[in-house]
């Protein structure tokens, strides 16, 4: 248990840190330039390094190291975990944290209008379909208000291709009587450039979901840590 004294109300404040929390919060020589209150957790949280914040989850040891392999904290959220070998349990943590942030952006989305925020579109998609070592194609189906009714992964391939049919994501639309659709797939090669048969496709799902009055908003493909627009390049 650490204890910060309030200088300002002359009043002691106790923090129930478990020992390994207190040590990453308040490393030995580190000043933070505040006093500690009962609402000042928030600032000390970030306050914290990269290192330090994803210490508390995995250790501090293991968090220097996973950072110094990935590069950053973006390469280490959006690629898979197991090229750095945690243990078990801190592997586990690492994933529900960063199942805890997709969801939240999903949630986000599944309340607002989806166009309005489109770097929480960028960043569920990257999250989502980043780290996969093969090819999935998952449709983002929406309401009339653009907010997002369900996020499915409709077909999956091998490392460089999936099969797509237009007359699934048609028959989908429909039962959830979406009135507009997302589309977005993966290139584990890392390039997130479009081929000829990505473009031949979108333009058959734009036409099949047409028929049923669905309206296509984009499709996007996600590389690594790159998410392309095809509404944006003009390909829509």
Known sequence: MILMENLAFGRGFHFPFHSTLGEHLFPEG????????????????????DAELLGVIVGGKT???????????????????????PQPRIKTRLLAAKELVRRSLLERLCQGNALNSPSSVRDYLRMTLAARDYEV??????????????????????????SVYPRE????????????AIFA????????????????????????????????????????????????RGLL
Not at 30 to 49: C, K, L, W, Y
Not at 70 to 82: E, F, K, M, P
Not at 192 to 221: C, N
Request: net charge negative; hydrophobic share 50%; proline share 3%.
């Open 137 to 162: 194609f998952l449709v983002l189906f929406l309401d009339a208000q653009n907010r997002v009714i369900k996020s499915e992964e409709m077909f999956r391939g091998t490392l460089t291709q999936t």
């Open 185 to 232: 797939h993966n290139h584990p090669s890392g390039v997130a450039e479009p081929s000829h048969a990505d473009e031949t496709l979108t333009q058959a799902l734009k036409q099949a979901l047409a028929l049923v009055d669905v309206r296509v908003l984009d499709h996007f493909i996600v590389a690594g840590a790159g998410v392309l627009s095809f509404a944006e």
């Open 169 to 180: 994501v048609v028959k989908r639309s429909l039962f959830y009587n979406a009135s507009a």
């Open 63 to 85: 968090a220097v190291r996973m950072l110094q392999d990935a590069g950053s904290i973006t390469a280490l959220l959006n690629h898979s975990i197991a090229p750095y070998d």
């Open 30 to 49: 580190r000043v933070f330039p505040f006093f500690i209150e009962e609402n000042t957790m928030v600032q000390v949280v970030e306050a914290m390094s």
